[in-house]
């Protein structure tokens, strides 16, 4: 593993350091983008008036439960009302989608991507303002995006490189409509700099930074880009998943494929090279399965399959891709190894170096593998995991999860 000085990395480590702005991104919280909820994840219907709990790091509140406490090596309640339908959690802030169709956050709030027009830390949730009628949350690097049910979206939080889409470079403390979509949205996902959304014809838009090419438009360039662009390469093909990772992305096809651009110096573009592409490419080794959902983390990429197994590919140091070993990268996809019936999913974000903790529902139970040197698995250990074991919680049943930057959080 090699520190990535020329891709300068935010973080705020808590216990290990203070927040680090780089003046142009290259993080996903998971992902997710964080990535990173890193939408295209199937989602089961959620339980009638179950919430949220969290775990791994928390010096800005970011598991909201209203302390600062450096970290939790297992799960604390999120202090948020019963009726979660789904959680998002990006570098330090979480997020929650209500059933009422509006959405708390928490966590750091600098940058303003908490969206209550403060620009402060909040360990307790509170509601992000003037959001209602939303179906969809992701919350990425410093900032989070909203998918409202009339295929708007909205977007809060930083926005050095134009990653609001709001036609602007200013941060915005409060949630405003990004412009320049020609239909509606259906689906959106925020990565580190970069944000995605997959409109109602199938195809794909992204703007923000695309220093790697992770805009898929086939070009690299430090510019911001402040509005909506559309993803090249995907002619004739309609997408039905998306996921924006640490400067990539992914896309599911409707024929079970998987399209990937951007940054790939660890294989996660998994087309066996780890040769940066700036239009999307194949992943290779799919054949004989067809994929449902992606979801793309610090360097590394998950595949879920529709017979509800995990494939992934890219960076494995910490066993991020569950195949019983710490090889590392794998070019192309391997097996997640015992992990099936899964209906979410999500790769997440580590510090320093690449990697992330990985979270699955699988069979109704919530498991965990990969980086775990904060306690982001929640399983009490500070050990690294390269096969899925159980995390416990007082959910009754888990349907929605969250890999963010060293912490997690499932509802």
Known sequence: MRLRTTRPRIRRLGVLGALLLPALLAVPATATAAGNDHEGKPKSKPAVAQGAEAFGVNDSGQLGDGSTTDRRLTAVTVAIPDGVKAVAAGVFHGLALLNNGTVKSWGIGANGELGNGQTQDFPVPGSVADLTGVKAISAGGFFS???????????????????????????????????????????ISAGVDHSLALLDDGTVWA????????????????????????????????????????????????????????????????????????????VAGLAGV??????????????????????????????????????????????????????????????????????????????????????????????????????????????????????????
């Open 290 to 411: 067809k994929v449902k959902a992606v979801s793309a983390g610090d360097d590394y990429s998950l595949a879920l399959l529709t017979s509800g197994r995990v494939k992934g590919w890219g960076f494995n140091a910490n066993g991020e891709l569950g195949d019983g070993t710490f090889t590392s990268p794998r070019l192309t996809p391997v097996d997640t190894v015992g992990v099936t019936g899964v209906t979410a999913l999500d790769a997440g974000f580590g510090e320093k170096f690449p990697g992330g903790q990985s979270l699955a529902v699988a069979n109704g139970k919530l498991v965990g593998w990969g980086l775990n040197v904060l306690g982001q698995l929640g399983n009490g250990t500070l050990t690294s995991r390269n096969l899925a074991a159980p995390i416990r919680t007082g959910l009754g049943r888990p349907h929605s999860v969250a890999a963010g930057q060293l912490f997690s959080v499932v509802s």
């Open 145 to 187: 995006l909203a998918l409202l049910d009339n295929g708007t979206v909205m977007s809060f939080g930083r926005n050095n490189v134009g990653q609001l889409g709001d036609g602007t470079t200013t941060a915005q403390p409060l949630p405003v409509a990004v412009i320049g979509l020609p239909r509606k949205a259906v689906a």
């Open 207 to 282: 703007w923000g930074g695309n220093g790697h090419g992770q805009l898929g438009n086939g070009t690299t360039s430090n510019q911001p880009q402040a509005t909506p662009i559309a993803v090249t390469g995907l002619t004739g093909v309609k997408v039905k998943a998306i996921s924006a990772g640490f400067t990539f992305s992914l896309a599911a096809l409707g024929d079970g494929s998987v399209r990937a651009w951007g940054d790939n110096d660890h294989g996660q573009l998994g087309n066996n090279s780890t040769t940066d592409s700036s239009s999307p490419v194949a």
